[in-house]
């Protein structure tokens, strides 16, 4: 256990589903973030909660929606995927932004 | 916004060899350096990491040399062993950016594999 945790491990969806992702640091850092991981790509940054507080990701289409309810819990709404949207999301906690990530084991989600 | 490049995309080598992956970036700005290892089905993992006030870092069998002039960095792995197979990923920021919430660019990412 890295101390990330994220759930569910797998998760099928239509593309008219709405699900949750659901990631939970035991670390007590400050900074967490979503990456996407697609074959052959590299690891895409999708969102940045610094102190709970959101940056921006105008590169990320709506049907994601992050939510941090505190420092030790982060959320990644879908809803409305699209098959492209089947990759490997990662959760990852750091002390300060940019710095020393610690990542979860990620969640693999596919779209039908 | 920052641009990492890493090569080789496979590289394999006989156990006990050596093996070197290399990773170029875009932002001069930039001043933190790790590399992150992942197994099949874990995420990714921190092995070492380098800042730029530093041109080199030892631990152990790995190491990671920083050439900020030519804005290139590498990972290097002796005496290579069976458990060292596995995908290793380099990654460029921007450490203490002022407030800024920003994250981690990774490169591409190298498949290691280590022959028996």
């Known amino acids: 256990e890295t101390g990330v945790t994220q759930t569910p491990r797998h998760l099928v969806m239509g593309m008219t589903n709405k699900k949750s992702l659901k990631c939970e640091q035991h670390?007590?850092?400050?900074?967490m973030y979503w990456y996407k991981q697609s074959a052959k790509k590299p690891l895409e940054l999708m969102f940045v909660?610094?102190?709970?507080?959101?940056?921006e990701n105008n590169s990320v289409p709506s049907r994601f929606s992050p939510e941090c309810p505190n420092s030790s819990h982060l959320f990644l709404h879908l809803h409305t995927l699209q098959p492209e949207d089947s990759a490997l999301y990662l959760c990852?906690?750091?002390?300060?932004?940019?710095?020393?990530?610690?990542f979860g084991s990620g969640t693999r989600l596919t779209v039908v | 916004g920052e641009n990492v490049e890493q090569h080789p995309s496979t590289l394999s080598v006989q156990e006990g060899d050596s093996a070197v992956i290399k990773c170029t970036y875009s932002d001069s700005a930039s001043n933190y350096f790790p590399w992150y290892k992942q197994e099949l089905g874990k995420g990714p993992q921190l092995i070492i990491d380098i800042r730029s006030n530093v041109g080199e870092k030892k631990d152990q069998r790995i190491a990671v040399t920083l050439n900020k002039t030519a804005k290139h960095f590498s990972l290097h792995i002796t005496e290579t062993q069976p458990e060292d197979s596995a995908v290793y990923f380099c990654?460029?920021?921007?450490?203490?950016?002022?407030?800024?919430?920003?994250?981690?660019?990774f490169g591409k990412g190298t498949h290691l594999i280590i022959q028996p």
């Open positions: 670390l007590g850092h400050n900074a």
């Open positions: 990852a906690s750091s002390p300060r932004t940019g710095l020393g990530y610690t």
């Open positions: 990654a460029a920021s921007i450490k203490d950016s002022g407030g800024g919430a920003d994250g981690l660019t």
């Open positions: 909660y610094s102190l709970e507080e959101r940056v």
